[in-house]
């Protein structure tokens, strides 16, 4: 006996250790996670070379925090009363420092899900 059971797996659990039973689960499977590296242009092309897939996306993103504004009828704003979203900090407030932001980053936990743009604590 090679001392695996099929409880094994799952005595991290019984201590909260969810991530440790995961990862015996996914190494009992055999199953390799795979990235996907899969980049098209814009007609739908898949493009292999990690410099063109670099490019594409600098593009994608440019496009997308770039929008044309020419089409843009904002007309509709001209009435509304002007509302400030955080009304706690004045026009004197400076960018937050180096040490501020390094300070922030530390205090984020590990191991947890990341947000919309699927970047982890850890990658931070």
Do not use: Y
């Not at 420092?97 to 205090?107: D, G, V």
């Amino acid at each position: 006996s090679s001392g695996i059971n099929a409880e094994w797996p799952l005595r991290p659990g019984a201590h909260g250790q969810q991530r440790e039973v995961w990862q015996r689960i996914r190494s009992l499977s055999g199953k390799k996670r795979r990235k996907s590296t899969a980049v098209r242009d814009k007609t739908g092309k898949l493009i292999s070379d990690p410099a063109a897939q670099r490019e594409r996306w600098g593009e994608h993103f440019s496009e997308l925090l770039n929008p044309p504004t020419g089409n843009v009828d904002l007309s509709d704003l001209d009435g509304l009363e002007t509302v400030p979203c955080f009304p706690h900090l004045s026009d004197s407030d400076a960018p937050p420092s180096r040490t501020e932001i390094s300070e922030a980053l530390l205090s984020l936990k590990n191991h947890k899900s990341p947000g919309v743009d699927e970047i982890t604590n850890e990658q931070l």
